[in-house]
């Protein structure tokens, strides 16, 4: 088994090989080391960091990675897809997290043609493995390559990575699609998106991370960590009053506490496929 350091010199051994790359960068932990590591092995002039706008994402964070990706010395090329215009992703089944890579990734390959360049890096972890991930096949069909599978970093590794290179986000919650809080088979809309967006940002408002808000017929399920939850009972009231203001019918707290890819417990062998 590789140590962390022989992990990250081949890294910049694959990186080197790439010579040109156009980065999908997010902002988050994952995304940061790659861009990072490009720019030190390969060159601000041989890499390019594309930021992609989204209805499904949180316009906070786009900002926010296209101003860390200038602070690193990138060149940050923005951009947009329309996720609530394709159809299969609307229809939120689990296929739709293929359809949504799809046009993420053809985003990307655009750019790299555009520009003449060889690969479109993405940021997936070995921690992806464990979960549904459909969107590997848009991936492995498209060509695009996660540099840090192909090393087996993990997010722990990640984040040591990180951390020693002084990233600002070395230990960043994870971010995801805002549709991934709405059950498969219940449709996606602005309208459901935006308040699960505005109830987040609240809670978030109260120095409580980590928070999901899950949408189930209208009625809120907050998944919190576990050392957030009394915090969160705390402040309940208010946070009852804001989200019912924001529509919702009921409020709930889910026990479990905050965990990724919740929606997929449900799924089974036949619904993935």
């Known amino acids: 088994m590789l140590t962390l350091k022989e992990k990250e010199q081949q890294l910049e051994k694959n990186l080197q090989e790439m010579k040109q790359v156009v980065v999908a960068f997010s902002g988050g932990v994952d995304s ?12 601000e002039n041989n890499v390019i960091g594309v930021v992609v706008e989204s209805e499904l994402f949180r316009s906070e964070e786009f900002e926010q990675a296209v101003n860390l990706g200038h602070q690193l010395g990138a060149h940050i090329l923005k951009t947009k897809i329309s996720e609530l215009e394709d159809r299969h992703i609307v229809q939120n ?27 479109v890096l993405d940021g997936m972890i070995m921690d992806d493995n464990k979960d549904f991930r459909p969107g590997l096949q848009a991936r492995d069909e498209l060509g695009v390559r996660s540099i840090l ?8 590794d990640v984040r040591q990575l ?16 805002l549709a991934s809080r709405v059950p498969y088979g219940e449709t996606l809309d602005e309208t459901k998106i935006n308040k699960i967006n505005e109830a987040e940002k609240f809670i978030l408002s109260l120095d409580i991370n980590n928070v999901r808000v899950r949408y189930h017929n209208n009625i809120a399920r907050i998944e919190v960590a576990e050392a957030y939850i009394d915090q969160l009972v705390q402040h309940r009231r208010k946070i009852i009053a804001h989200l019912k ?5 009921y409020v709930t707290l889910d026990l479990e506490g905050y965990r990724t890819g919740s929606m997929n417990e449900v799924l089974t062998a036949e619904t993935t496929n």
């Open 245 to 249: 203001a924001l529509g919702f019918d």
């Open 93 to 119: 089944t689990p296929k739709s997290w293929y359809y949504s890579k799809l046009l993420l990734y053809k985003k990307l390959e655009s750019v790299k043609e555009a520009y003449h360049f060889n690969y």
């Open 162 to 177: 990180s951390k020693q290179l002084d990233l600002p986000v070395w230990n960043k919650p994870a971010l995801c699609s």
């Open 32 to 43: 940061t080391l790659v861009l990072k590591k490009a720019l030190d092995v390969l060159g």
């Open 149 to 156: 599978q192909e090393v087996e970093l993990y997010k722990d």
